[in-house]
Nanobody, 133 residues
Framework: QVQLVESGGGSAQPGGSLTLTCSVS????????LAWFRQVPGKEREGVAG????????SYADSVKDRFTISRDYHKNTVTLRMDNLKVDDSGMYYCAGDLRDYKVDAAWYAARWFQLSIYKSWGQGTQVSVSA
């Protein structure tokens, strides 16, 4: 079983920056995909960014491209989301999600469906991000 714990949420002004960290613990899986999703009340949870655990290949939602950067520290077992040039619309609860596996999955498979909630087996409790002037 895998546990995901988010940290680093908080408040920022538009144009500011925040960094979120997801710590992975429990059973060790060398492969798979880790992603960040966000949700605001009344809306569906949406994919923000994701990264392949072994290769480090990343995917982003169009709304955050060139502003957010996802990275992973394979040895520390963490995934970090650096958020720059924040906008009010970036506010929400941010969740870490994991589809961790013992075997390698083709990158194209993740590229086509990383934003689908159904592929993830593990979820964190979330961390709140608030962006306001």
């Amino acid at each position: 079983q895998v546990q995901l714990v988010e940290s680093g949420g908080g408040s920022a002004q538009p144009g500011g920056s925040l960094t979120l960290t997801c710590s992975v613990s429990g059973r060790y899986y060398p492969h798979g995909f880790l992603a960040w999703f966000r949700q605001v009340p009344g809306k569906e949870r949406e994919g923000v960014a994701g990264i392949i655990r072994d290769s480090g290949k990343s995917s982003y939602a169009d709304s955050v491209k060139d502003r957010f950067t996802i990275s992973r520290d394979y040895h520390k077992n963490t995934v970090t989301l650096r958020m720059d040039n924040l906008k009010v619309d970036d506010s929400g609860m941010y969740y870490c999600a994991g589809d961790l596996r013992d075997y390698k999955v083709d990158a194209a498979w993740y590229a086509a469906r990383w934003f689908q909630l159904s592929i993830y087996k593990s979820w964190g409790q979330g961390t709140q991000v608030s962006v306001s002037a």
